[in-house]
């Protein structure tokens, strides 16, 4: 959003009801499929995670420790989201619809909870605390919070902010 895009359902032919009123904020007459970002995404982040394994596979080896890249569990019995009692997993929070093909892991309660219900409220809620997160005391984004920058202030602080109703504050 951030860059001015936003999504449209394209395998049900359906934009977001009530985008419009958002055109000042992202481009709604040319909005990006859904599954062109969920196919980008799940690139970028395996790019990301195979390099890291890679790296890691390196050092084993250099190491003299040797070792190699495996990928043989399940996120859902990593989760315990797969219905099996023998395999409770690690306790994660999720949501089960009859029209969703997988549960919704939405976090580890106490540990990792994403912005979202039912661990807050509400989707206003949960934002709010999103950007108080973000831009808060002890935020990435917040001017005086410590960090490794030789202008730490003018680096934490560069992160727009926006207002109320989504608009970025110049």
């Known amino acids: 959003m951030q860059n001015g895009a936003c999504i449209f359902d394209d395998i049900n032919k359906n934009l977001i009801p ?13 909005p990006y499929p859904l599954t062109y970002i969920e196919q980008l995404s799940l690139a970028e982040v395996t790019a990301e995670l195979s390099t890291a394994c890679y790296a890691g596979a390196l050092m084993l080896q250099a190491m003299g420790l040797g070792g190699w890249m495996f990928d043989g569990i399940t996120p859902m019995s990593v989760f315990g989201t797969g219905g099996d009692p023998e ?6 929070r999720f949501d089960t619809d009859e029209r969703w093909p997988l549960p919704n892991v939405t976090g580890l309660p106490g540990v990792f909870e994403g ?5 807050y409220k509400d989707m206003r809620a949960a934002v709010e ?3 108080k997160r973000k831009f808060g005391e002890g935020g990435p984004f917040n001017p005086n919070t410590p960090g490794p920058y030789r202008e730490n202030a003018r680096v934490r602080g560069s992160g727009k902010v926006h207002n109320k109703d ?3 504050i110049t």
């Open 166 to 168: 989504g608009n970025f």
């Open 129 to 131: 605390a999103f950007v």
């Open 87 to 92: 395999m409770p997993g690690l306790g994660f």
């Open 18 to 30: 009530g985008i419009e009123k958002f055109s000042s904020l992202v481009d709604v007459k040319n």
């Open 115 to 119: 912005f979202c219900p039912p661990h």
